[in-house]
Nanobody, 116 residues
Framework: VQLQASGGGLVQSGGSLRLSCVIS????????MGWYCQAPGKERELVATITSGGKTNYADSVKGRFTISKDHGKNEVYLQMNSLKPEDTAVYYC???????????WGQGTLVTVSS
């Protein structure tokens, strides 16, 4: 399974970005899709996940600002990021877990930089 993330960039504090992840597998054959981020000097951490059935989960730090969604027809997962803060600056990675919940797949990451 291949994941290709895009949409990162430089944005001012309070601005918005939309990340996209194209997945080579049908989303119906995956258990969970999501986004993780890794800031410099920090460990990779969960941002948001969505199950194949549409149940979502968010990190407390992004609740009310970020929205994860998916398009089964395009095999794409999105992360709409609003009200961005400098502390959101990180490399964002697209993630998918296989249908059996055992195998993890990662995209290459896309850099989001939020200036103050």
């Amino acid at each position: 399974v291949q994941l290709q993330a895009s949409g990162g960039g430089l944005v001012q504090s309070g601005g918005s970005l939309r990340l996209s992840c194209v997945i080579s597998e049908s989303l119906f054959l995956l258990n969970t899709m999501g986004w993780y981020c890794q800031a410099p000097g920090k460990e990779r951490e969960l941002v948001a996940t969505i199950t194949s059935g549409g149940k979502t989960n968010y990190a407390d730090s992004v609740k009310g600002r970020f929205t994860i969604s998916k398009d089964h027809g395009k095999n794409e997962v999105y992360l709409q990021m609003n009200s961005l803060k400098p502390e959101d600056t990180a490399v964002y990675y697209c993630h998918a877990r296989g249908i059996l919940g055992v195998t993890d797949y990662w995209g290459q990451g896309t850099l989001v930089t939020v200036s103050s």
